[in-house]
């Protein structure tokens, strides 16, 4: 295993405001691409939901984490998780991908082999973008949900992208059996073992394959969808991995078997 060295910051002492823009964001007439951000800000109003395009983002840079969701899904349907991740003081991008999105026109679930290249092509529109003074370029990562999560492989093995150092693959697997490869990046697997959409073997086999430093939270008795009693372990236990990887915060990692411990509900093996 070639372990993970994350770069050297510090990390936010306090709880942002979230604030969100949405973009219309198109890869080509037929691949268009609408992108919900979630963001650190400094006027929203804590406790309601995040205001579309009116909060001033907060003051600094911040790590991105570009979030794919899964079959007939949408960003949206994570936004309490994404916002979490922002309130702790990051960028989350979540596309809506054009065949496998909730009520997609042309539904086609074998287009998730054309996504990879759509979060890379996200990217360099954010990079690019009225965002851009607010997103820390040198630290990136990659998550995704069921075939999010086969998205998110495929940014780290047949399409990778050197600008990731960090992914979480939630309840997926891998993407066209391809090796990860490219420099160490951290990865966190989360799976349920009850899970009958994607098996819990299928994800425990690509945890295996990661050259990388990595760790593995397993949902005991969890099924594919996030439940309400596993929310707060794979929430506390990604965002303190997030925290590790992307900022470098030592204590955050230390903190990672006490996140998943929370409600009882998870195991956690730790290759970090």
């Given at each position: 295993?070639?372990?993970?060295?994350?770069?050297?910051?510090?990390?936010?002492?306090?709880?942002?405001?979230?604030?969100r823009?949405?973009?219309?964001?198109?890869?080509?007439?037929?691949?268009?691409?609408?992108?919900?951000?979630?963001?650190p800000?400094?006027?929203?109003?804590?406790?309601?939901?995040?205001?579309?395009?009116?909060?001033?983002?907060?003051?600094?840079?911040?790590?991105?984490?570009?979030?794919?969701?899964?079959?007939?899904?949408?960003?949206?349907?994570?936004?309490?998780m994404?916002?979490?991740?922002?309130?702790?003081?990051?960028v989350?991008?979540?596309?809506?991908?054009?065949?496998?999105?909730?009520?997609?026109?042309?539904?086609?679930a074998?287009d998730?082999?054309?996504?990879?290249?759509?979060?890379?092509?996200?990217?360099?529109?954010?990079?690019?973008?009225?965002?851009r003074?607010?997103i820390?370029?040198?630290?990136?990562?990659?998550?995704?949900?069921?075939?999010?999560?086969?998205?998110?492989?495929?940014?780290?093995?047949?399409?990778?992208?050197?600008?990731?150092?960090?992914?979480?693959?939630?309840?997926?697997?891998?993407?066209?059996?391809?090796?990860?490869?490219?420099?160490?990046?951290?990865?966190?697997?989360?799976?349920?073992?009850?899970?009958?959409?994607?098996?819990?073997?299928?994800?425990?086999?690509?945890?295996?394959?990661?050259?990388?430093?990595?760790?593995?939270?397993?949902?005991?008795?969890?099924?594919?969808?996030?439940?309400?009693?596993?929310?707060?372990?794979?929430?506390?236990?990604?965002?303190?991995?997030?925290?590790?990887?992307?900022?470098?915060?030592?204590?955050a990692?230390?903190?990672?078997?006490?996140?998943?411990?929370?409600?009882?509900?998870?195991?956690?093996e730790?290759?970090?």
């Open positions: 295993m070639t372990p993970f060295v994350p770069r050297p910051g510090a990390a936010p002492a306090h709880s942002y405001h979230v604030g823009r949405d973009f219309a964001f198109a890869r080509g007439d037929d691949r268009p691409l609408p992108t919900s951000v979630w963001y800000a400094e006027d929203a109003v804590p406790d309601r939901p995040a205001p579309v395009d009116a909060a001033t983002p907060a003051a600094g840079r911040f790590p991105l984490i570009l979030f794919s969701h899964g079959l007939t899904s949408s960003p949206t349907d994570f936004e309490a994404l916002s979490r991740w922002a309130q702790a003081g990051f989350v991008a979540g596309p809506a991908f054009p065949h496998t999105r909730y009520e997609a026109e042309k539904f086609d074998e998730i082999v054309n996504q990879p290249a759509d979060v890379r092509y996200v990217l360099d529109q954010l990079l690019g973008g009225e965002l003074p607010v820390d370029e040198h630290r990136i990562a990659a998550a995704g949900h069921s075939g999010g999560g086969i998205t998110t492989a495929g940014l780290f093995s047949a399409q990778r992208d050197a600008r990731l150092t960090a992914g979480l693959v939630i309840a997926g697997t891998d993407f066209q059996g391809t090796p990860f490869t490219g420099p160490p990046a951290a990865m966190l697997f989360v799976h349920g073992t009850k899970d009958d959409t994607v098996a819990w073997s299928a994800g425990r086999t690509v945890f295996e394959a990661v050259p990388w430093s990595r760790a593995m939270l397993t949902i005991q008795d969890g099924g594919h969808v996030i439940e309400s009693d596993s929310f707060e372990p794979i929430t506390r236990t990604s965002t303190d991995f997030w925290r590790w990887a992307l900022y470098g915060d030592a204590t990692k230390a903190r990672i078997p006490a996140d998943a411990a929370v409600n009882g509900v998870a195991t956690l730790n290759r970090l």
